[in-house]
């Protein structure tokens, strides 16, 4: 193994740089991090102007190829370049998630993925944002694969209980090594169950019942305690490893609920979770209120779960900070929050609006926070693979990618910027945090 391998590297190697916009905000479509390879941020632009006019055609919209299916054409053509550069290739691709715009993009982007994957489709989450951090944009794409080494093959799990819809090739989960990668699920039953709004019936309370239940909870409690559990098992993990899980919810007040069912199924091994509100409707099942991917490991195989107490408040009481796993460190999502609301550096002075900024309030106060997670995992902040960023106003991304380069100067960032639901759980918030960081193998 010569000293340039990037298993040995004790930094993760930025893929396919680039300087986007007037104010060349550094960008790495890709990320190289041992046999890992991130893509992040994918959209169909060609990084010099954004979404490109022939894709568009403005002046001609109707007179050739639909706009989606150039856009997706092109998405794909951007991951594979990122694949290539990182030593690996499509069916190595162990993971997808998807923001679109609208419904519309949807159909276009799954038959653009189906040409690249005829045999099966990598475990999918895929939701509606309000807005991408391009303008024209209608799908943002992040993706993860693994550069094969012997021990890390691609496998498909299948599940025959799914409802799997055909229109996109739905993949239940796949294992890499002692990873597991499960899809988004929701509280869908079996096919040859009866539903209610898309639902399992027992997920969900007949409409003549005012107060049977609490929806997200039957939800939640449905598709993870026991849809998603049987998936883990046929791969030979269960709920105990589950080291990462992100749940989109449509209605912000029952974030709490969540919260508190999320820590109930995971009470004898905690799991961090990133929660993102979502504008409603958000999901293909027009019933659904929430969304949920895991990440797990295998019970029999050598790589184990750590949580990571760094004494970090995430926004939510008793929620672990992360799970260290071989050499990856999967953050909960992080707002910038203290047990009393928002965080005083990120509350703007009323006598002095406009001598402060809540923004960058915000983003020093999440990557303090991440760094000193960071540190107590063995790792650093510079180490970070993968960046999704949730904000209530789109129009705030810029501001934060000024904050990353106080705290990581001159270094590519593998950044995904989305516009998801109006508020925030906390009062005042208006940014969340997803991060991924890997850990050196001397650390590791």
Known sequence: MSANDPKRAEKPTPILPVELGQDRIPYARGMRAGDWVFATGLMGQDFKTGIPADVISKGLPYGGRPKQEKESDLLFSNLEAVLKAGGTEFANVVRFDQFYTSPAPVYPYHMAR????????PPSTSVLMKRLVLADAETDVNALAVVPNGKNNVELISNSSLSVPSSSGFSPGFRTGDYVFLSGGMATPPPTEETRNGLAMEATAADHWRWLGRPIEMETRYAVAKKMKRTLELAGSSLKNVIKGQAYVTHVEDIAVFSATWQDIFKDSPVPVTIVPMPDPAFGIKGARTEINLVALTDEGATKKEVIDAGVFTGYEGMPNAVRAGDLLLLTGLMAADPSGLVPEARLDPHQPWFGST???????ILGKAQKICEAAGTSLANVVRIEQFHTNIAEFHPTTEVWREFLPGQSLPFSAVECGP?????????LMDLWVWIPPSRA
Do not use: C, D, H, N
């Not at 189906?114 to 489709?121: D, E, M």
């Not at 923004?359 to 106060?365: L, P």
């Open 114 to 121: 189906f040409k690249r994957f005829p045999k099966a489709i």
């Open 359 to 365: 923004i960058k309030g915000q983003a020093r106060s």
């Open 423 to 431: 508020t925030m759980p906390v009062p005042g918030a208006t940014l």
